[in-house]
């Protein structure tokens, strides 16, 4: 396969959805536009809902590249949202009217939402882990279990973002959801690593994470 060809295709169709809307852009619109036959874009993808899917292409490498980066500074509070919202900002930075496109399909074909790797998993699991044992986090409910409802509170606050035509912040709710449930002690983050985030205008999750 071309992947060069099939980056194009995405990126045409993915600017296209947003100018004209996704049921007013037909595969023929993103054919000519990529200057291809139906048969060549047929090759590439089964159908214009399935372009929605390949917008996650490479989240997992940037995840995993953003957490490897981050994890020397041992702020394992800043660690977990990394993990949880890394995917959750690709889907948001979609708008209402395309995620609920993708919704939609992932209905339709009774698959999750934003599929989130073992691999991205795993990593968020084990930072919450490591903030417990270092007692950055009060919440020391399983690992696993703690990680799942979080990842689930964040499906749930999407789903509604969407049904409101993105009517909130949605990573200003989301990471004071977070913060409630997971209870950072951020007196233990400053004396472990220097870091104050509540100098930074009361910084919340969502911002620790825009300053990474």
Known sequence: MNRKRLEQILDVSLTMFREKGFDDTSVMDICNACGITKPTFYKYVNSKEELLRHYYDGALETLIQAMDEHE???DYVALIWIGLSMTASRSIDLGPDLLSKYMILNFHEYTVTARYSAGGKQRTVEAIRKAQEAG???NLCDPEKLFMALK??????????IMTKGSFPFFSHYGRMVEDIILPDYDAVLKQTGVDHRKKNRMRLPVIFMCL
């Open 72 to 74: 020397p500074s041992n």
């Open 136 to 138: 950055q986090i009060r």
């Open 152 to 161: 689930n509170l964040s499906l749930g606050l999407t789903l509604k973002w």
